[in-house]
């Protein structure tokens, strides 16, 4: 079965047992002989399972396990503590701290392979559970979506353009009957009818750019982005500064779409919820990546693992990102306020060939 486990130990006869035992069943091993370093690798490395030794100097297992669980990304990790303390005292510790299972040194080695074998397979199963799990709330939360949006845009075309219309009618009705008429109360008649219809047809193609961003189409990504950005500054107040790398390549459509929603709903997360007044937008290729950037400079907000209450902003931003092979990075202080960044993974062509 293949799978990572993270093995920590002090002691280097130990670690390289434990590894013997394993070696051969397919896992990928990653070694750790401290408690910090078992951390910094657990949080890098995201193992499927964490065999951790109780007797260690520093940051002993319980430790350990205790801060693992105390970390959100980390939590549901399994764990099993080795100990050679096979007494009641010790056991009862490591369940408080939150291991899920105890294995006593020294390891029976067929013991030892079950366990592992077992718990990755639990593991992988319950991950599979988590997945499901979250594409069904996607799958809710979209058709919530386009349903909302809908509703919004018939309501816009019904209150707003349609009720415009019919006093544009109204007015010209009214023309008609009043004719004839001075020249210059006539020009001045039109040109009130004309300043209307510019109204109109304004408020038509803010819908129309919402609805389909088409200066995607006409202009590409970059030029979108950042007229987005800029008139979202000046309906909004907020400074918003743009930046974006010469060369962008051309990226599917599906990609630069994303990016735009993401873009759209950062700035609005922003203005409704940060208190910034500066927001930075970048456009950048960063490796094999495109990567957009939204930074602030206000409150921030507290990362925590699932808030159901919480709105669907940055849920869709991440289920929107997993669809197109992307990723999220948050990065969110009081002092600092918040960086949001996605990125989208480039595809070979577009990794050579800059547009
Ligand atoms: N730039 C930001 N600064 C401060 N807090 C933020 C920022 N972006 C998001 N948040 C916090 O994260 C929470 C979740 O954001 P999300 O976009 O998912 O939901 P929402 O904006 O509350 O609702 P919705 O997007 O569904 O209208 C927000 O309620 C807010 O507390
Ligand atoms: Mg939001």
Same mark, same amino acid.
């Given at each position: 079965m293949t799978g990572s486990v993270l093995i920590v130990d002090d002691d280097q006869t130990s670690l390289a047992a434990l590894e013997s035992i394993l070696d051969g069943q397919g896992y990928n091993i990653i070694r750790a002989s401290n408690g910090s370093d078992a951390l910094q690798k657990a949080d890098a490395l995201i193992p499927d399972l964490i065999l951790v030794d /109780?007797?260690?100097? /520093?940051?002993?297992g319980f430790e350990v396990c205790k801060r693992i669980r105390a970390t959100p990304k980390l939590a549901e990790m399994p764990i099993i503590i080795l100990t050679a303390l096979d007494d009641r005292a010790s056991r009862l510790l490591g369940i408080e701290s939150g291991a899920d299972d105890f294995l006593t040194k020294p390891v029976d080695r067929q013991e030892l392979r079950l366990r592992v074998h077992t718990i990755i397979r639990l593991n992988r199963y319950r991950t599979l559970l988590t997945q499901r799990e979250n594409l069904r709330r996607l799958a809710e939360s979209v058709i919530t979506a386009q349903e909302e949006e809908r509703k919004r845009l018939s309501r816009e075309l019904h209150d707003d353009l349609g009720q415009a219309l019919i006093a544009h009618i109204l007015n010209l009705h009214n023309l008609q009957k009043d004719l004839p008429l001075e020249v210059d109360l006539l020009n001045k008649r039109i040109d009130a009818l004309t300043a209307d219809t510019n109204q109109t047809l304004n408020k038509m193609r803010f819908l129309a750019q919402n609805i389909r961003p088409t200066l995607l189409d006409t202009l590409g990504l970059r030029t979108a982005l950042e007229t987005y950005s800029y008139e979202f500054g000046l309906r909004t107040g907020l400074r918003v500064l743009f930046e974006a790398d010469p060369e962008i390549p051309e990226i599917p459509d599906a990609h630069a779409i994303t990016l735009y929603r993401i873009l759209q709903e950062t700035l609005t997360n922003v203005l409704k919820? @940060?208190? *910034? #007044?500066q927001v930075w937008v970048e456009l950048n290729i960063d490796e094999h990546s495109i990567v957009l950037t939204v930074q602030d400079n206000g409150i921030g907000f507290t990362l925590t693992q699932? *808030?159901? #209450? @919480?709105?669907i902003g940055i849920t869709g931003i991440r289920e929107r990102l997993t669809l197109v092979g992307g990723k999220l990075v948050i990065s969110t202080s009081a002092s600092k306020g918040t960086v949001i960044s996605a990125h989208i993974p480039l595809t070979q062509t577009q990794d050579t060939g800059t547009a």
């Open positions: /109780v007797m260690m100097p /520093v940051m002993d919820h @940060s208190k *910034a #007044n699932t *808030a159901p #209450n @919480s709105g």
